[in-house]
């Protein structure tokens, strides 16, 4: 009977020995991820907090205090315990703006970011280039960088690119879940949108080459397959994802196939990795397991140098358990190196490969400084609409020679558009 009882004792004491080893890995775990982002900036590709203030408070700062917001994914209690050394805010209005007032509400969302990082400044300061995130992170600041979210933003026009830039947008999303007159989206791919340009259009071309000689990152998230081997194949600097995840591990349409990661890996790249859950699992639920996943996939496949981290919050609607807000950050770090992660694959990720990719992007700005921008418009019957006026096309049918009738019946229909 004693010895019954003893070999039960020892038994539990086994358990507890187990258990309590295992604590003090996952402890030293996060000592070691904690570490390392003391060390290198985490750099996220897509928060959509901008758009969260629109929603809630039509971008009134004056009404928010980020200190105390707790109904969002972020705010900046979370934004510290998650260690986040530099944040690319979207800039993102709906699909539905599109040939209405897309440019007046992305221009409102720049204005909102930047309100936002001015009103703030212990926590964050404003960022546009590589040099710029790193000054922020040795003074201990998350460094705000605009990404605009969808090339209808641009209502085709490489003046307003120019524009955006000079306010400091430095990633364009080419589409978003929806087709511009000159780039094909990923809806494409599904078969519930056709396509329109046969990935990019002529046009589309421009916008790459523009982007290239401005030093604005080209951002493949949301765009068709064809879009993503196009830009890859024509452009003279290194795309990213800013919030995709691997088609492999997850096939949904919105993740990058894998030979499109070979692309990246060989055009210098990074692939910002995406934690919604229908990204994560194709279903409503995943772990931050689930989100290693993709990790280690795309690290087994093209090396450590294409991965970074390109959460979405505050722009989806359901996140892995253990990834609830931007505060967990670290959790997935220390997963990351209990999986066998060496230091520098994790600094690569954290943040070195995105600044990498930005370093190189001002590189080949550099090098086409004496190029002049492209003022070749896109041509007027891929853009013409009922609210779009002809000013500098002197052959649109839509000229000064129109009849006052036609005149009021565009107007007409203008006014019916705007109403949906």
Request: aromatic fraction near 8%; proline fraction near 4%.
């Amino acid at each position: 009977m004693l010895s019954r009882a003893l070999a039960h004792v020892c038994r539990l004491m086994g358990v507890m020995t187990f258990v309590v080893a295992q604590i003090m890995a996952q402890d030293e775990y996060m000592i070691r991820a904690l570490r390392l982002m003391s060390e290198t900036p985490l750099i996220d590709g897509h928060n959509d907090l901008p758009w969260q203030l629109r929603e809630l408070f039509n971008n009134q700062l004056h009404e928010v205090d980020l200190n105390s917001l707790n109904i969002t994914h972020t705010n900046i209690p979370k934004i510290k315990a998650g260690k986040l050394g530099a944040q690319f805010w979207s800039a993102y209005v709906p699909c539905d703006t599109q040939y209405k007032d897309a440019v007046r509400q992305t221009l409102e969302q720049i204005d909102v970011i930047h309100r936002m990082c001015l009103k703030y400044p212990e926590t964050f300061r404003f960022a546009t280039s590589s040099q710029e995130i790193r000054a922020a992170f040795r003074d201990k600041k998350t460094a705000c960088l605009i990404g605009v979210e969808g090339g209808h933003s641009l209502d085709s026009s490489l003046g307003t690119l120019r524009t955006m830039y000079l306010l400091g947008v430095r990633y364009l999303t080419l589409t978003h879940s929806c087709n511009t007159p000159w780039a094909d989206n990923w809806l494409v791919d599904t078969g519930s949108e056709h396509s329109e340009h046969n990935g990019l259009s002529p046009f589309g071309k421009q916008v790459i080459k523009e982007m290239n000689r401005l030093g604005m990152l080209i951002d493949l998230s949301h765009v068709s397959v064809e879009v993503m081997n196009q830009v890859l194949d024509m452009s003279a600097a290194p795309v990213i994802f800013s919030h995709s995840s691997a088609y492999a591990i997850c096939p949904h349409k919105r993740n990058v196939p894998d030979n499109v990661l070979l692309k990246v890996k060989n055009t210098g790249g990074i692939v910002m990795i995406n934690f919604y859950n229908d990204y994560v699992t194709c279903s409503r639920t995943a772990n931050v397991s689930n989100v290693a996943d993709h990790f280690d996939y795309i690290k087994k496949l093209a090396g450590p140098s294409i991965i970074g981290f390109g959460g979405d919050y505050d722009g989806v609607s359901r996140v892995p358990t253990g990834l609830e807000d931007v505060s967990k950050m670290p959790v997935l770090v220390a997963e990351l190196l209990a999986r066998g992660w060496t230091d520098e694959d994790v600094k690569a990720a954290l943040g070195e490969n995105l600044l990498r990719v930005l370093q190189k992007t001002q590189e080949v700005r550099d090098s086409l400084a004496t190029a002049p921008p492209d003022d070749v418009p896109i041509p007027f019957q891929e853009v013409s609409n009922h609210c779009r006026t002809s000013y500098g096309y002197p052959d649109s049918s839509s000229s000064s020679s129109l009849s006052w009738l036609t005149v009021l019946m565009s107007l007409f229909a203008c006014l019916k558009l705007r109403e949906h």
